[in-house]
């Protein structure tokens, strides 16, 4: 089984079928959501979005984004977009610059290690796809609240003779 597939098939939230929930099933989440109590007197809204149609304006996630780049790290970065994280935050970003590609992260205390799991999904694809490249840390200055974690610079072709 190769990378993108493990990755694909880890059981997650984010694991859509497109099959409808039962009437049960929304009766007992819905049911669950009214029960929640927040902590620490914070004020918390969860909704039930239900299936949205593609002429919806609402768009959930960056698959379009991603899928648009249409180069060589467009499944790289579809795998770094599953990448688990907590609480579904996913506090990292990406930035490509030509052909290097530049990761942040927000300043949050589980960014670390979730940027951490996403950047081994990156790479772990990359090097399946025999995509040569080597993580760098480059005089990049953190933008946008964001702090600079690490850049990934692809690995020219040797010349061959």
Request: charged share 25%; proline share 5%.
């Amino acid at each position: 089984m190769n990378i993108q597939t493990k990755i694909q098939h880890r059981r997650s939230v984010r694991t859509y079928t497109g099959e409808p929930l039962k009437t049960e099933h929304i009766f007992a989440i819905k049911h669950f959501i009214a029960e929640l109590r927040p902590l620490y007197d914070a004020k918390v809204r969860i909704e039930m979005l239900g299936v949205l149609d593609s002429n919806s304006p609402v768009k959930l996630g960056t698959y379009e984004k991603i899928a648009a780049t249409a180069d060589i790290y467009a499944l790289p970065l579809s795998m770094v977009r599953l990448a688990p994280s907590g609480h579904n935050r996913q506090e990292w970003r990406v930035v490509k610059e030509n052909d290097v590609l530049h990761f942040y992260k927000t300043p949050s205390p589980t960014a670390s290690i979730d940027t951490g799991i996403a950047l081994c999904h990156f790479v772990e694809t990359c090097k399946e796809l025999n995509i040569n490249g080597n993580l760098v840390f480059l005089s990049k200055k953190s933008e946008n609240g964001l702090q600079y974690v690490v850049s990934w610079v692809k690995k020219l072709s040797e010349p061959r003779f």
